[in-house]
């Protein structure tokens, strides 16, 4: 299956601080991008991995479910402490959920999370539906590039396909029940006007997390997709200097 221009997997190595960039649902490397340059800039070794599933064909991400978006992740992770004497994990919506997962599972490798409107919970009702609704309507409209700043393209689908949908709300429910298991420092970006992701998402997680050190900035400017609009480089400058201080002094 060919990948879409601006959608491909993304790596660079520098030095011994590792950073792992996770795309939301739907979505693609290309919202994580700049981010990952500018960290790459900066000294550090970053790998955006590409979800199964997505940056290819809506039909191929029907087969998909979070266990094989998270076994994705892990599997970078795991490179990047091979290789890397510090690991951050950084993530856009669902790659809230799939870094906070990673956190759970896997204290002694992520030192701190950087999320950008993470996703736990849906208010929508129509959700509910979801049990019933997946087996016989393959897909609904998507909620894809919902950006203020004109121009800007995550490549992600137009149609939101409906039984990896009603996977990704088991996966938060998982995450949820365990958001105690979170250790690493924790900061928060959200989005003011977000039409994707609302703001009981955060609030649950800034509820239960184990953290003890957790901080939530507010983005004015942006949408959901904020790794892409005006406060990207709020975010970008925010998330430099949380692994700076959070690095190991051996680390530099």
Known sequence: MSVRPGAEAYRRDGGPVGVLLCHGFTGSPASMRPWADYLADRGASVSVPRLPGHGTTVKEMQGTRWIDWYAEEQRALLDLADRCSDVFVMGLSMGGTLALRLAEQHPEIVRGLVLVNPALRSDNKVLLALPALRLVVPSVKGLSNDIA?????????????????????????????????????????????????????????LDRVGSAEVEQRVLQRSYHVATLDYDAEEIFEGSWNFVQRHTAPAAG
């Not at 990896?164 to 979170?182: C, G, H, M, N, Q």
């Not at 977000?194 to 009981?200: A, C, G, L, R």
């Open 149 to 205: 700043k004109p121009g800007q393209d995550e490549v992600a689908y137009d149609r939101t396909p409906l039984k990896p949908l009603y996977s990704l709300t088991k996966f938060w429910r998982i995450v949820t029940a365990d958001l105690d298991e979170v250790s690493a420092p924790l900061l928060v970006f959200r989005s003011a006007q977000d039409h994707v992701v609302e703001e009981s998402s955060t609030r649950v997680l």
